[in-house]
């Protein structure tokens, strides 16, 4: 059973980057795949990114390329997602999750709440 | 990327009724296709995976089906645990949600 903890919420100011962290326990961490998806308040799902941590690729939505890094820690277990030249818009929960393509998205993280405020 | 489209957005339904909601890909996707249940609050759940498997511990309720391009979640007799939100996810092409289906009591 895999288990994924995330980091604690974040205050921002309008320009800065936030790091979030998502450590994942149970099951072989470099084989997973790690997704990035946040959630604006009110609003739908957003897939932001994944990584591979075996191959060390990661892939990220357009919307996102440019602005999104998503890195893995092999020896500690634990994903990043780093956000920079953050925007009010950008205020949001952020969720890790594991899956696969043919098995879709079985296991999540508690969430990160990031408020992006002057 | 792929585009993916819900319908409904919202819902309003009874305890006892049948409900489908449809997921619609912008190209093909062969069976990539999964669908989240979603409370305030809380994390996705994931309820069916591969368009119509339905994920353990799942009630049998939750039926998924369709390929291709054009896919639909069938709650058979909604309980009022059930009154939720709604998204589809395609797994083909990294991943994109629908926007999602609120599913309201009537």
């Known amino acids: 059973q895999v288990q994924l903890v995330q980091s604690g919420a974040e205050v921002k100011k309008p320009g800065s980057s936030v790091k979030v962290s998502c450590k994942a326990s149970?099951?072989?961490?470099?084989?997973?795949?790690i997704s990035w998806v946040r959630q604006a308040p009110g609003q739908g799902l957003e897939w932001m990114g994944r990584?591979?941590?075996?191959?060390?690729?990661?892939n990220y939505a357009q919307k996102f390329q440019g602005r999104v890094t998503i890195t893995a820690d092999k020896s500690t277990s634990t994903a990043y997602m780093e956000l920079s030249s953050l925007r009010s818009e950008d205020t949001a929960v952020y969720y890790c999750?594991?899956?696969?393509?043919?098995?879709?998205?079985?296991?999540w993280g508690q969430g990160t709440l990031v408020t992006v405020s002057s | 990327d792929i585009q993916m489209t819900q319908s409904p957005s919202s819902l309003s339904a009874s305890v006892g009724d049948r409900v489908t909601i449809t997921c619609r890909a912008s190209?093909?996707?062969?069976?990539?296709l999964n669908w989240y249940q979603q409370k305030p609050g809380k994390a996705p759940k994931l309820l069916i995976y591969?368009?119509?498997s339905l994920q353990s511990g799942v009630p049998s309720r939750f039926s998924g089906s369709g390929s291709g391009t054009d896919f639909t979640l069938t709650i058979s007799s909604l309980q009022p645990e059930d009154f939720a939100t709604y998204y589809c996810?395609?797994?083909?092409?990294?991943?994109?949600f629908g926007q999602g289906t609120k599913l309201e009591i009537k």
């Open positions: 996810q395609q797994s083909y092409s990294w991943n994109t």
């Open positions: 999750a594991s899956g696969t393509a043919a098995a879709g998205t079985n296991y």
């Open positions: 190209q093909s996707i062969s069976s990539y």
């Open positions: 990584i591979i941590p075996i191959l060390g690729i990661a």
């Open positions: 149970g099951g072989t961490f470099s084989s997973y795949t």
């Open positions: 591969a368009a119509s």
